[in-house]
T-cell receptor
Framework: TQLLEQSPQFLSIQEGENLTVYCNSSSVFSSLQWYRQEPGEGPVLLVTVVTGGEVKKLKRLTFQFGDARKDSSLHITAAQPGDTGLYLCAGPLFMDSNYQLIWGAGTKLIIKP | DTGVSQNPRHKITKRGQNVTFRCDPISEHNRLYWYRQTLGQGPEFLTYFQNEAQLEKSRLLSDRFSAERPKGSFSTLEIQRTEQGDSAMYLC?????????FGSGTRLTVV
């Protein structure tokens, strides 16, 4: 069982449409990070959300951290082909006497021109 | 500083051979992480260094895997007696606080 569940696993939409992807957990996180990964490359950090209810905007991307700090969403407005990639969420969790960065399995996003 | 650098980018090896990968982190980052990623999955933690000290090692990491970070700068990850199940992307990341900077990874294919 994934500690961070991302949905949908796969999304293919037309350029110009809006979309939202989700990152959910039953655990409380002190923060959550969102990364985008392109094929053959490492993940690139997009944003870190820290405060429950926090909303952060990065151009056409809007990130929200749930009030209870158990979930987060990423909304993309007017998607463009350059937004194509694997979107990963990750967050620190205290497990086995250490903080570990827990990763979701990602949402694979394809934006068709 | 050009970010986190990993070499080689691709490695094809025969089963049973040893392979070594190198990671050069961002110079001021004292934390260095190795991850493994297979297709359709998020990164899987392998090991973590703070400066030259290896502070954590995943229980999933068999004794065929070893990592070093001499002098707290670059790091190497060695896999001995490779198996086909070792085929994956091996990612290195460095950080100071939260938020990692990843390298482009080393794609390992064991044939």
């Amino acid at each position: 069982t994934q500690l961070l569940e991302q949905s949908p696993q796969f999304l293919s939409i037309q350029e110009g449409e809006n979309l939202t992807v989700y990152c959910n957990s039953s655990s409380v996180f002190s923060s959550l990070q969102w990364y985008r990964q392109e094929p053959g490359e490492g993940p690139v950090l997009l944003v870190t959300v820290v405060t429950g209810g926090e909303v952060k905007k990065l151009k056409r991307l809007t990130f929200q951290f749930g009030d209870a700090r158990k979930d987060s969403s990423l909304h993309i407005t007017a998607a463009q082909p350059g937004d194509t990639g694997l979107y990963l969420c990750a967050g620190p969790l205290f497990m086995d006497s250490n903080y570990q960065l827990i990763w979701g399995a990602g949402t694979k996003l394809i934006i068709k021109p | 500083d050009t970010g986190v650098s990993q070499n080689p980018r691709h490695k094809i090896t025969k089963r049973g051979q040893n392979v070594t990968f190198r990671c050069d982190p961002i110079s001021e980052h004292n934390r260095l992480y190795w991850y493994r990623q297979t297709l359709g999955q998020g990164p899987e933690f392998l090991t973590y260094f703070q400066n030259e000290a290896q502070l954590e090692k995943s229980r999933l990491l068999s004794d065929r895997f070893s990592a070093e970070r001499p002098k707290g700068s670059f790091s190497t990850l060695e896999i001995q007696r490779t198996e086909q199940g070792d085929s994956a992307m091996y990612l290195c990341a460095s950080s100071i606080t939260e938020g990692y900077t990843f390298g482009s990874g080393t794609r390992l294919t064991v044939v």
